[in-house]
């Protein structure tokens, strides 16, 4: 018997398939819920038969792989890792050469923490990510010189100095921070072979962009106030929106979101990680890091619950409520032209405030089940990358008053000249 077994174990390996073994390995792994615990050597699926050393790193390799998330990211980078003309050994080597720079922790005593995430970002393909990355870079810039440009228009010219211009200034503030906050990180990491990203600055990552984004919430609300006691009260409107009222409207949003924000982040990064860390996005969202702890996030998923509640369809309710009220006034008003000027003074607001909702709430309120994680990176994008690039554009396209105020701009400009 113990001469059969080293005959067994010193035995050489026949030419395998590589790259199909990997995959239908992983895929077995997926079907019979493998683990460090349940997976043992030789217990690869079909008629395969390894060498007592490859054995020995399938096994290394199965007490590696701790969760689904890591088996699928093992079977999207096969390809990659694994050339066809590659030995058994050679590919067991470089699996466990990936995995081990992809999972990196701090050991201490008989616990184990992850202190870095693996981003798989949106796609694998070489080719396709250069792509991508011209494409982003593209929208980056133009997000960042129209959102700066409406700035420094909306603070050179006088005539903008009231407070819806006031407020768009400042959310073109928060769409500069929160493009900035992702779009770096995505841009290098479609140049990078492993997207890494350490536990801190994953945490840094989803909390400035988390407080960005509830600010916006927020302050779109505000806008949505302004715009009622506008029209509904047109005669007290500069007394009511006095510039002090309106710098604690912009202090109350941003204060807000950054609360807000603290309540997601702080319960979700002191949940215990013990092994899995492969976020299947491209960048630091809050429901995928959740789903990576070993320990119960009731506390952390209670606190993201009652933010989106009272933050997220907290300012949409005043906004629809100020809407409703807007709609009330412009029905009273007997003037056909004084209805249609108080409704295009809504009408860029009102899409900003559809796409920015609607996108969000298509990638957040949804059942899990049924929901396509590439459907949700699309949507993601959209929300992350192209309505801050949009808004200014929204917000000037119909509007006479900004127009007018670059003509002025650039004719002052030339007149210097």
């Known amino acids: 018997m113990g001469a059969d077994k080293a005959a067994m174990w010193g035995k050489a390996a026949p030419p395998v398939d590589t790259a199909a073994l990997a995959k239908t390995a992983a895929q077995s792994a997926l079907t019979r819920q493998w683990s460090g615990r349940s997976c043992q050597p030789g217990l690869l699926p079909g008629s395969v038969t ?32 694994v050339p066809p003309e590659s030995s058994v050994p050679d590919a067991l080597s470089r699996w466990d050469k990936q995995l081990t720079q992809s999972r990196s922790m701090n050991v201490s005593g008989n616990h184990t923490s992850v202190t870095m995430f693996v981003l798989l970002g949106l796609s694998d393909d070489k080719k396709l990510q250069l792509i991508l990355f011209l494409v982003f870079l593209a929208i980056y810039l133009v997000t960042l010189m129209w959102n700066l440009g409406l700035i420094i228009l909306i603070r050179m010219d006088s005539h903008l100095h009231i407070p819806m211009y006031f407020f768009l200034s400042f959310l073109s503030f928060i769409d500069i921070c929160y493009s900035s906050t992702i779009s770096p990180r995505m841009l290098s990491d479609f140049l990078k072979d492993e997207k890494t990203i350490s536990f801190f600055a994953c945490a840094t990552q989803y909390f400035v962009g988390s407080w960005m984004c509830l600010a916006e919430c927020c302050l779109l609300a505000v806008m949505a106030c302004d715009r009622y006691v506008a029209i509904g009260s047109p005669l007290q409107y500069s007394a009511i929106m006095v510039p002090a009222i309106c710098w604690k409207m912009v202090a109350g949003a941003y204060g807000s979101g950054f609360v807000s924000s603290l309540v997601q982040t702080v319960p979700c990064f002191n949940l215990y990680y013990c092994g899995p860390n492969i976020i299947q996005h491209f960048f630091c969202n809050i429901p995928q890091i959740i789903s990576l702890s070993c320990s119960n996030p009731f506390i952390s998923q209670m606190a993201v619950f009652l933010v989106a509640i009272f933050v997220g369809l907290g300012s949409l309710l005043v906004i629809l409520v100020s809407y409703g009220f807007i709609v009330a006034s412009i029905l009273k008003m007997s003037s056909t032209k004084g209805s249609a000027k108080a409704f295009n003074t809504c009408a860029s607001h009102l899409v900003a405030v559809t796409l920015f909702y609607s996108t969000a709430l298509s990638v957040y309120m949804h059942p899990s089940s049924s929901h396509s994680m590439k459907q949700d990176k699309v949507l993601s994008v959209f929300y992350v990358t192209l309505i801050p690039m949009l808004n200014p554009l929204i917000y000037s396209l119909r509007n006479k008053e900004i127009k007018v105020a670059l003509k002025r701009v650039i004719n002052g400009a030339t007149h210097l000249h």
């Open 50 to 81: 390894l060498a007592g050393s490859q054995q020995g790193s399938i096994f290394l390799v199965c007490v590696l792989l701790k969760s689904q998330s890591e088996l699928l990211y093992l079977i999207q980078r096969t390809k990659e890792v």
